[in-house]
């Protein structure tokens, strides 16, 4: 999934449609919608702190880091979830 794919996915199907359902609120609340935004914004920046600290661990230990990517992708995600 592209950043873009991922953040839409994110806030729309993981926040948004099941925060609306189980509150039975209308499906185009825009107060939902901002806070489903800040739920995955949420979630994306522990995603990026985890990557991180996961990376310093393996530095430390000397094991080639290939996932530097990674935590470039979750931060692109949440640029998308601001645009959103």
């Known amino acids: 999934m592209t950043p873009a794919e ?14 609306t ?3 039975n609120v ?3 609340s825009v107060t939902m919608w ?4 800040r739920c995955a914004t949420i979630a994306v920046d522990e ?4 990557t991180w600290s996961w990376d310093w661990y393996k530095r430390q230990k000397y094991i080639d880091v290939q996932d530097e990517l990674k935590s ?13």
């Open 34 to 37: 901002d806070y489903a935004k």
């Open 72 to 84: 470039d992708y979750w931060k692109q995600v949440k640029e998308e979830i601001e645009k959103l």
């Open 47 to 50: 995603l990026i702190v985890s």
């Open 26 to 28: 209308n499906n185009n």
């Open 21 to 23: 359902i189980y509150l």
């Open 6 to 19: 991922k953040a839409k996915w994110l806030v729309n199907d993981c926040y948004y449609q099941p925060i």
